[in-house]
């Protein structure tokens, strides 16, 4: 099993994530990883290339790596799996494989659930197309969930390190001092100091947004220009950016067992994070020179 790629902080492998986290080299990392962050393939109904299974398989292939990870991260480490939604073939109505995906990964690997997240991208095309676009029977799709588990209470965080500017009616608040303190109709008695205290940014929400299109994408451009076949399933990579500074510290070790184009491993890099990454198609695990080189533009 060899490396595709290696930087001073991390490596990229070409196998697939179950050979490599139960190879004597994945057991290596046991209790040494922070942070497992990924976006496993989605159980949707069209058969993409780089691999997505359906309905029970699907649900039993997701569970078989919770034991494994959870033997790979620390006590205090934690995982985020980002899972789209799935609709039923061929008819305007939900499925809840990804739903019942989640919790028999729970189960398998004995994890807290810490916290729901949804990642909103506001330029996602409408869909499902037959649904939205063409009987007019739905509204667009537009949001993926990502879920943060461990198996610790109380795993490393910190939102301070993932603060937002303060709004513009919050800066003009904290410059005239002066605030409607006291009862609220839900019967919460706010004080002034909590509100005027200046902690350098607001305390960012559950709802992250990202717009995700094709014309502000850097990789994608690369890509066109040198002829290389993109990854067709690319996060964004705020979205990585966001769960690494809040769930780890510097030269702490970031796994992503499904890199595609390694979205993680480069943001990792970036922020001087260690970092492992498995892809199985040889063809995107070589891609992850592109995504590191870009990071490091955008640096």
């Known amino acids: ?107 398998a690997g004995d994890f807290k659930l810490c916290q729901q997240f949804i990642c909103y991208n506001p330029a996602r095309l409408p869909g499902p197309a037959q649904w939205v676009n063409i009987e007019r029977i739905r509204v667009k799709d537009s949001f993926t969930h990502l879920w943060w588990m461990s198996p610790s209470d109380r ?55 990202f717009s995700n299109t094709n014309s502000s994408d850097d990789y994608l451009k690369y890509c066109r220009n040198k002829n290389i076949k993109a990854h067709p399933a690319r996060m964004h990579h705020g979205l990585a950016e966001f769960f690494i500074k809040f769930l780890t510290r510097p030269r702490d070790i970031v796994l992503d067992p499904f890199a595609g184009s390694n979205v993680t491993g480069a943001v990792a890099e970036r922020l001087n994070r260690k970092w492992i990454s498995i892809e199985a198609l040889e063809e995107y695990a070589k891609q992850a020179k592109i995504r590191l080189n870009i990071e490091k533009q955008n640096k």
């Not at 490396?3 to 990392?29: H, W």
């Not at 003009?172 to 940014?201: D, T, V």
Request: glycine share 6%; net charge positive; charged share 20%.
């Open 155 to 209: 795993p490393k965080a910190d939102n301070r390190l993932v603060l937002k500017s303060y709004s513009a009616a919050m800066q003009k608040l904290l410059s005239c001092k002066k605030y409607n303190s006291g009862a609220r109709p839900s019967e919460h008695h706010i004080g002034k100091k909590s509100f005027l205290k200046n902690n350098n940014g607001a305390i960012p929400s559950n709802v992250l947004t």
């Open 1 to 107: 099993m060899r490396p595709t790629y290696k930087t001073e902080r991390g490596v990229m492998y070409c196998a697939k994530a179950e050979d490599f986290i139960n190879s004597p080299l994945g057991q290596q990392y046991h209790r040494k990883v922070q942070l497992v962050f990924t976006s496993p393939p989605f159980p949707l109904n069209r058969k993409k290339r780089y691999g997505n299974l359906r309905g029970e398989a699907y649900i039993h292939w997701l569970a078989s790596f919770a034991p494994a990870l959870r033997n790979l991260l620390k006590p205090n480490g934690s995982i985020v799996l980002e899972l789209g939604n799935a609709w039923e073939p061929g008819k305007p109505v939900m499925s809840t494989l990804a739903l019942e995906a989640l919790l028999a990964f729970l189960k």
